[in-house]
């Protein structure tokens, strides 16, 4: 995926958290977040890092969104 792919990606995946949490499906974010992990999976830090710190935000977001579910 081309890189302007990607933030296409996270601002159209955006809106679509924003609307399924409006009506009520706030698990839309977790699968959301697998999506950007996937988009954005092999970032490396040093070629990419913006990539890379996005990858790693939507990591620590997901672990926290299945801690709080426990």
């Known amino acids: 995926m081309e890189r ?3 933030w296409q990606n996270l601002v159209n ?3 679509r958290v924003s609307e ?3 009506e009520g499906r706030p698990e839309a974010a ?7 992990i996937e988009v954005f999976e ?3 830090p040093v ?3 913006e990539g ?3 990858r790693r935000m939507a990591l ?3 672990e926290a969104f299945q801690a709080r579910g426990r």
């Open 4 to 6: 302007v792919d990607r």
């Open 13 to 15: 995946g955006a809106f």
């Open 20 to 22: 399924a949490t409006a």
């Open 30 to 36: 977790i699968q959301y977040l697998d999506n950007v």
């Open 42 to 44: 092999g970032a490396d």
């Open 47 to 49: 070629d990419d890092w």
């Open 52 to 54: 890379y710190a996005v």
């Open 60 to 62: 620590a977001l997901r």
